[in-house]
């Protein structure tokens, strides 16, 4: 049974670097594709970027090159870095797995607020 | 970017009703489509994807159809658990790109 789970810091300085992880069970990061998905009242669901451990990672061009997803194979662990954070990435993040584009796994959600 | 249109936003229906949601794309997508359903406080839900492949353990009420830019999803007769926000998300090209939501709601 694949289970992911999303943690880190609940709020975050405008700014600063958002930074969340996702720990993985039930499966290896050492395949599939590896998602992080955000929702907002405002922009609804949108999708940051994703990994596969081939070395393939791509993100989405709207968020202006902020963005680093990350992986550590010993913890089956992977992370997202979201740098000068406004209040528009207020957001509850999922991480995902991905199989050719589709979400079939999901975190249960992390909601992230940027305030000072 | 592909941008995905919904329609309706929300629908008021009673639990034994046919319902359809619709999903338009900007640009040609093939069969690449995935609909999902979320409940509140809860991460989305895969149902289908292909545009009518049907999820393992998904109910066979749901169903989708579609190809090209036009897609919909059908619940042939709701049932109390089925009131819930849907969306589609293309997967033809990235950036992946989500629909704004249809609520479903009982009437």
């Known amino acids: 049974q694949v289970q992911l789970q999303e943690s880190g810091p609940g709020q975050v300085k405008p700014s600063e670097t958002l930074s969340l992880t996702c720990t993985v069970s039930?499966?290896?990061?050492?395949?599939?594709?590896w998602s992080w998905i955000r929702q907002s009242p405002e922009k609804g669901l949108e999708w940051i970027g994703y990994?596969?451990?081939?070395?393939?990672?791509i993100y989405n061009p709207s968020l202006n090159n902020r963005v680093t997803i990350s992986k550590d194979m010993s913890k089956n662990q992977f992370s997202l870095n979201l740098s000068s954070v406004t209040a528009a990435d207020t957001a509850v993040y999922y991480c995902?797995?991905?199989?050719?584009?589709?979400?079939?796994?999901w975190g249960p959600g992390t909601l992230v607020t940027v305030s000072s | 970017d592909i941008q995905m249109t919904q329609s309706p936003s929300s629908l008021s229906a009673s639990v034994g009703d046919r319902v359809t949601i619709t999903c338009r794309a900007s640009?040609?997508?093939?069969?690449?489509l995935a609909w999902y359903q979320q409940k509140p406080g809860k991460a989305p839900n895969l149902l289908l994807h292909?545009?009518?492949t049907l999820e393992s353990g998904v109910p066979s009420r749901f169903s989708g159809s579609g190809f090209g830019t036009e897609h919909t999803l059908t619940i042939s007769s709701l049932q109390p658990e089925d009131f819930a926000t849907y969306y589609c998300?293309?997967?033809?090209?990235?950036?992946?790109?989500f629909g704004q939501g249809t609520k479903l709601e009982i009437k």
């Open positions: 995902a797995r991905n199989e050719l584009g589709i979400s079939e796994y």
């Open positions: 039930g499966a290896s990061i050492r395949s599939f594709y």
């Open positions: 990994f596969h451990s081939s070395g393939t990672t």
């Open positions: 640009q040609y997508i093939s069969h690449s």
């Open positions: 292909d545009a009518s």
């Open positions: 998300q293309q997967y033809y090209n990235t950036p992946y790109t």
